[in-house]
């Protein structure tokens, strides 16, 4: 399984990007995908994850009510929708996805990643 993060960028402070998370190999049908972020010198962050089937989401207190995560059909890739940015959102964003069962707030939960995009907003 490979997954392929795209949609990085450099942003002004209040403007929007929207990541993309493509998936090849297989699909994550019945599992869970999710973006994490990374910032320089920081830990990897939980960002947001959605259920394979979309019908569930759950969202970091610190991007609830500017980000969005949504897939709209099996095998569609999976996006961010990030609006609002403010300069403490740059990192390196990635996608993750897993099978396994576990916390998704935690990174070790998380058996397949893409490779990141980085997202710089400037103030």
């Known amino acids: 399984v490979q997954l392929q993060a795209s949609g990085g960028g450099l942003v002004q402070a209040g403007g929007s990007l929207r990541l993309s998370c493509a998936a090849s190999g297989r699909t994550f049908s019945g599992g869970v995908l999710a973006w994490f972020r990374q910032a320089p010198g920081k830990d990897r962050k939980f960002v947001a994850c959605i259920r394979w089937n979309g019908r569930s989401t759950r969202y970091a207190d610190s991007v609830k009510g500017r980000f969005t995560i949504s897939r709209d059909n099996a095998g569609d890739p999976v996006y961010l929708q990030m609006n609002s940015l403010i300069p403490e959102d740059t990192a390196v964003y990635y996608c993750?996805?897993?099978?396994?069962?576990?916390?998704?707030?935690?990174?070790?939960?998380?058996?397949?990643w893409g490779q990141g995009t980085l997202v710089t907003v400037s103030s």
């Open positions: 993750a996805g897993t099978w396994r069962p576990g916390e998704v707030e935690n990174p070790s939960t998380f058996d397949y």
